[in-house]
């Protein structure tokens, strides 16, 4: 497609004595012409970051390019760069839109006829790489869904196809799974979906396509990435940024504003593309366990979890057999202890150091074992054993797990 694009820019450049360009719907940089006078920094910033910034998007927005169905004028922004007048002429195939073409300036009767020709055609060149991206992608879901399949023939199949095909490479494997906050046992709204795929199509660029898979559930999706010839450390940074990228997508995508709407997950480091479940499975308690306890974050990786990676396998029922009586009967809603149980959690997670409990807390030191006492007394736990403190904080561990999301 891109030779094919970047073939009709040229010819209608020279045929217009003009510099053109052409995005995508979402004002992404897909070809451009040389440049033919002067050029604002708008065009500068689509050219280095085949993007625009959010501000510029939106004013692009505001007069109408998504509407558009003939030849439309955006007006000059100088706050944003965007210091020249815009010719731009929608792409569509059977009303779809499928991107723009670009002048810089004024346009006379011949340019907009010239325009109008050259969107048809850019249409029909869009259209035909859309349907053989569709297949190809399709093609790879399949695969990749087998690659994350209970059955290790299966897996090895898929990984052994999907580097036969060229659709990745070889090398050591690391998955990233994204979600966001919504009922337990849900589906993702048809919203919540879109961001995912935007955010994960956003992280994926970052990647070469065959060091890359993606993969959509019902209430998460999957990246897979893939580094050959890389060192381990090297590894584990260049996953950590990605995550956040993803992160940092999500939450704009989503609108929120709030950090804490999404999470990402992030699995261990495997050596073959066949071990890529493994990678998927940790990167799916790494998400649960974050979104569940909001104590790691909103980007976790599988190996800070600590005791969480342990009791994330229990099933819920499992989790909550586990909870000492007595703290089970402290931990419910209606008996009205959430400061005992805070000040509970506090003293625990502080290694039971009463001072450094009671700084965090906000209580004096004789507040902090009064409510300790009540504790014992609820609970028939005794703080000053190390084996009841022990089971009172994986309680309280395995009670975050369980909470309904």
């Known amino acids: 497609?891109?030779?094919?694009?970047?073939?009709?820019?040229?010819?209608?450049?020279?045929?217009?004595?003009?510099?053109?360009?052409?995005?995508?719907?979402?004002?992404?940089?897909?070809?451009?012409?040389?440049?033919?006078?002067?050029?604002?920094?708008?065009?500068i910033e689509s050219i280095m970051n085949r993007g625009v910034s959010a501000a510029l998007s939106a004013h692009v927005a505001r007069h109408g390019a998504a509407r558009a169905t003939d030849v439309f004028t955006v007006p000059p922004c100088p706050e944003i760069g965007f210091t020249a007048e815009r010719t731009g002429m929608p792409v569509r195939y059977n009303g779809a839109l499928r991107g723009y073409l670009w002048l810089i300036g004024p346009t006379?009767?011949?340019?907009?006829?010239?325009?109008?020709?050259?969107?048809?055609?850019?249409?029909?060149?869009?259209?035909?790489?859309?349907?053989?991206?569709?297949?190809?992608?399709?093609?790879?879901?399949?695969?990749?869904?087998?690659?994350?399949?209970?059955?290790?023939?299966?897996?090895?199949?898929?990984?052994?196809?999907?580097?036969e095909e060229g659709l990745a490479v070889a090398g050591p494997v690391t998955a990233l799974v994204a979600t966001v906050s919504h009922g337990a046992g849900e589906p993702l709204a048809e919203q919540q979906r879109l961001a995912l795929d935007l955010s994960l199509d956003h992280a994926r660029r970052r990647l070469s396509p065959t060091r890359a898979l993606v993969l959509s559930r019902p209430d998460h999706a999957l990246l897979?990435?893939?580094?050959?010839?890389?060192?381990?450390?090297?590894?584990?940074?260049?996953?950590?940024?990605?995550?956040?990228?993803?992160?940092?997508?999500?939450?704009?995508?989503?609108?929120?504003?709030?950090?804490?709407?999404?999470?990402?997950g992030i699995g261990g480091r495997h050596r073959r593309l066949a071990e890529a479940h493994v990678s998927y499975r940790e990167a799916r308690q790494a998400t649960d366990v974050a979104r569940a306890t909001h104590a790691m974050g909103p980007v976790a990786a599988y190996a800070r979890l600590g005791v969480y990676a342990l009791l994330a396998k229990l099933s819920p029922d499992e989790l909550a057999e586990g909870i000492h009586p007595g703290l089970r009967r402290l931990l419910e809603p209606e008996s009205g202890h959430q400061d005992l149980v805070e000040t509970l959690s506090t003293y625990l997670d502080h290694a039971g150091d009463a001072q450094r409990a009671a700084a965090r807390?906000?209580?004096?030191?004789?507040?902090?074992?009064?409510?300790?006492?009540?504790?014992?007394?609820?609970?028939?736990?005794?703080?000053?054993?190390?084996?009841?403190?022990?089971?009172?904080?994986?309680?309280?561990?395995?009670?975050?797990?369980?909470?309904?999301?």
């Open 224 to 264: 897979l990435t893939i580094w050959p010839g890389t060192r381990s450390d090297g590894i584990e940074h260049a996953v950590g940024e990605l995550a956040h990228v993803l992160h940092e997508k999500l939450v704009a995508e989503l609108g929120t504003g709030r950090r804490t709407s999404c999470w990402v």
């Open 1 to 43: 497609m891109a030779s094919e694009l970047q073939q009709l820019l040229d010819a209608l450049s020279a045929r217009l004595g003009r510099s053109v360009a052409m995005d995508d719907a979402r004002i992404r940089l897909l070809a451009h012409t040389a440049h033919t006078g002067d050029v604002d920094d708008a065009r």
């Open 108 to 163: 006379t009767p011949r340019d907009v006829e010239a325009l109008r020709e050259a969107a048809g055609q850019a249409a029909l060149i869009l259209q035909r790489d859309h349907l053989a991206d569709e297949v190809s992608r399709s093609h790879e879901r399949e695969h990749v869904r087998d690659l994350v399949a209970p059955d290790p023939s299966v897996r090895d199949e898929a990984a052994a196809a999907l580097v």
């Open 361 to 405: 807390l906000h209580v004096h030191r004789s507040t902090l074992y009064q409510r300790l006492r009540r504790v014992e007394e609820l609970t028939g736990l005794n703080m000053s054993c190390g084996d009841d403190r022990l089971t009172a904080h994986l309680g309280l561990k395995m009670a975050q797990l369980h909470r309904p999301p």
